[in-house]
């Protein structure tokens, strides 16, 4: 249902932009094959959402090819929601179908085709989250549903409430935990295929000047000489190995970075080549 690579647009309200021009992004990314959208409620302080759908509202035709995911559960102390005193997490049926109206309200949209519960909420009745799901797509004012930066224990105690197709997640070479605590084996064995933030570890891979993240950039410098393509290619080529079939999601303003995020479908690296770079994070053989 996604395109293999997804666009991130939780920094658009930094770029400062006209409606003009990142309409002019999101036709960009449509051209690539980019046709998925990534929002949160929260991004750009509750901003964000509402700078997609002014400038989708420009082209409006452009909405029968794109599909969006967007994010709730978490609560801002900002103030655009002056009563909430702290940071914290809902996941009630209120809030649930409250932030989606208001996403669709701000995207311009009768639907959304996957929402995401952002963050494990300690409180969290899973009856009740169900409940608001199946209400949700009964409407069809959502398509899917899904999770992010949930453990297997809390995805599994949702799913079994209410089906799930996602778990969007951090992971790279530089971060593997999801490799080893089960997460990524839960999403082959569901076919829930993850979803993967920040996939270049935030820049980390090709600024930081820590002996693994140099050591991994040493790596994907080679491998992308080999194939013709750039290090970043070869860091999403890593991810789009995986065989839980990971959508991994490319945040940036310029369109070089997706174009070369999206170079990565058509490189498909062997396992001694994927093997490689996770030696180069961790610094030494697999067992």
Known sequence: MLSPIVAGVWRMASWNWTPQERLRWIEQCLELGVTSFDHADIYGAYTVEALFGEALALAPGLRQRMQLVTKCGIQLRVPARPDTRIKHYDT??????RSVENSLA???????????LHRPDALMDAD?????FERLQESGKVQQFGVSNFSV????????RFPLVTNQIEWHPLHRAPLHDGTLDQAQRMRAHPMIWSPLAGGALFTSHAEDAMRVR???????AQYGVSAATVAFAWILRHPSRPHPIAGSRRIEAMQEAVAAVGVRLDAQEWTEILCAATGEEVP
């Not at 701000?106 to 995401?116: F, K, N, P, Q, V």
């Not at 009740?128 to 608001?132: H, N, W």
């Not at 790596?219 to 992308?224: A, D």
């Open 128 to 132: 009740e989250v169900a409940g608001a």
């Open 92 to 97: 009630s049926a209120q809030h649930i179908v």
């Open 106 to 116: 701000a995207l311009g949209t009768d639907h959304i085709e996957r929402l995401l």
């Open 218 to 224: 040493g790596v994907l410098t080679s491998i992308g």
């Open 153 to 160: 224990a809390q995805f599994e105690l949702l799913h079994a």
